[in-house]
């Protein structure tokens, strides 16, 4: 009998992307009943999470209608480790600011001008694509805000208005949600930083980690965290199956 299957029913989904969703994550292997259970699920979409190195669930998924779509892979950036990498990006780093947004309303206007996310899976899947994934974002951040402990500021960066971070403070993390540089300065150089942006935020809050998520998909952004000295801590393999 399996004990590691995990199926989540996502009812938020529905509102971001029209679709029943589920998200099913495993323990070491899938054995023939959690087959027979996912094979059961009735969901429009089924979103699979298998740890990297599981070669066999990956077969198995494979077997059973799944599609990979990309590996989500988590970086850690520790402030007391990681201090030489702190002291070269210095003089970028005290460069950067932020102001909290009181308007919701005029930052999902500029939003939609800027339409930013189009590497993560929603964006590349043609069942659904980029505007439902900028609505998912931006349904994200809006009920995440009801709680305490995430945050939504823009960047500023030589006296102007760049981009956007939000996340969440746990203890002593800081996890890295979203962040992006508005349509106006891309191509400037203000790439780089989408890395040094939440180190900042953990020296402002004196914070000593922070966590962030990328898509294998954005290969841009996994060499910018990889150059300025991010720790790889964990791969997932992401998989869908549309029914």
């Avoid at 899976?121 to 505007?131: K, S, T, Y």
């Avoid at 004196?206 to 998909?217: C, F, P």
Wanted: with cysteine; net charge neutral.
């Amino acid at each position: 009998m399996s004990t590691k299957l995990k199926i989540t029913d996502c009812i938020w989904e529905l509102e971001n992307i029209g679709k029943s969703t589920s998200e099913i994550t495993f323990g070491a292997t899938i054995n023939e009943e959690d087959v027979l259970q996912i094979n059961k699920i009735e969901s429009d979409y089924i979103v699979a999470k298998v740890n990297s190195g599981s070669y066999s669930n990956l077969s198995t998924l494979y077997e059973n209608r799944f599609n990979f779509i990309e590996d989500l892979i988590e970086f850690r950036f520790n402030l007391h480790e990681r201090k030489e990498f702190v002291k070269k990006y210095e003089s970028k780093i005290s460069k950067i600011g932020f102001k909290k947004v009181e308007d919701l309303g005029a930052f999902f206007s500029n939003w939609r001008e800027n339409n930013l996310f189009n590497t993560d899976r929603i964006a590349l899947d043609p069942n659904l694509g980029i505007e439902k994934s900028n609505i998912r974002y931006k349904n994200w951040i809006k009920n995440s805000l009801k709680k305490d402990d995430f945050s939504l500021n823009e960047i500023i960066f030589d006296n102007k208005n760049v981009g956007f971070i939000f996340g969440s403070t746990e203890g002593d993390y800081f996890h890295y949600t979203i962040a992006g540089i508005y349509k106006a300065h891309q191509g400037k150089g203000y790439g780089s930083l989408i890395g040094l942006i939440p180190i900042k935020y953990c020296i402002d809050n004196k914070i000593e980690n922070t966590i962030v998520r990328a898509s294998s998909n954005n290969t841009a952004i996994l060499k910018i965290y990889t150059r300025i000295g991010f720790v790889i801590e964990k791969i997932e393999h992401v998989l869908i199956r549309h029914n």
